[in-house]
């Protein structure tokens, strides 16, 4: 599925924009200013519910208007018409005319990724970076892996908020959340293979390294289950009050040659398996859903 059309309003210095992207590679050029990063911005914005440069909507807003809004058709096995309208706070959300109340079902019809000077910073920053890229292929790829992290979540908040109160509640939470969070990792580890299956015959073409290794760290280690970890960390998490294990706290190790890839890598190799993992991921999207994610 390819973006056939999008129309921006009121975003940065961008009055009113609309693109025809053709098929294939499309190249923006113009001066310093123009606003050719912002019309990135818009086309993220249509896929991920928020600019690339800020999750707040004010400072993307068009000087003296209220809200910013971008348009797209999205041309494949179905023509679909889906946009976001966000004024401050809020967020207006629409798919073929009716009103939709989850970001999840736009970001379906949208899949988008971005290439930055900084995307190796995936392999640099802590684990929450690399959470957040491995879920964005799950969630394209697992049709039920969006409402179980979204399950697994609001138990996560009923068992912290059970913690904070001492009242001695967290335990009765636990059953159910080793059962979504063990799911989620699961889930995890099997398109984290996947995505290295896609990654080996990209090696060649972007000049990496053939012996990357991808492999998922648990979020609460040692051999035993999910609900045991809880149990066994029950004490320290009332001290502490919240939940110190579990998927929330997974991680992926990206190594070459058996050491971490930020260590052994050049700069431009980093951003180079970055980018192959990028690459990977819309591969793997696009065969197992039929959406052919945008690249930005």
Partial sequence: MAISRVEIRDLRNLESVVLEPGEGINILSGANGAGKTSVLEGIYMLGRGRSFR????????REGCDCVE???????RSRVVGGIRRCGKSSEI???????????ELARVFP????TPRSHELLERGPELRRRFLDWGVFHVEPSYGATVSRYNRVLRQRNEALKRKAGEAAYWEEQLSTLGEQIHLLREHYLRSLLDELKPLERQLKLSRDVEL???????????????????RDQDNRAGFTSVGPHRDDIRIQSAGVPAVDRLSRGQQKMLVLGLILAQMLRVSGESGR????L
Avoid at 112 to 115: A, C, D, G, I, S
């Fill in 54 to 61: 800020t999750g707040q909507a004010r400072p993307i807003i």
């Fill in 70 to 76: 971008v348009v797209g058709v999205a041309s494949g």
């Fill in 94 to 104: 629409r798919i073929n005319g009716e009103g939709v109340s989850r970001m999840s």
């Fill in 112 to 115: 988008v990724q971005l290439v």
């Fill in 215 to 233: 492999s998922m760290v648990r979020g609460w280690g040692g051999a035993d289950g999910l609900q045991e970890a809880l149990v066994r960390k």
């Fill in 292 to 295: 052919a994610p945008v690249l």
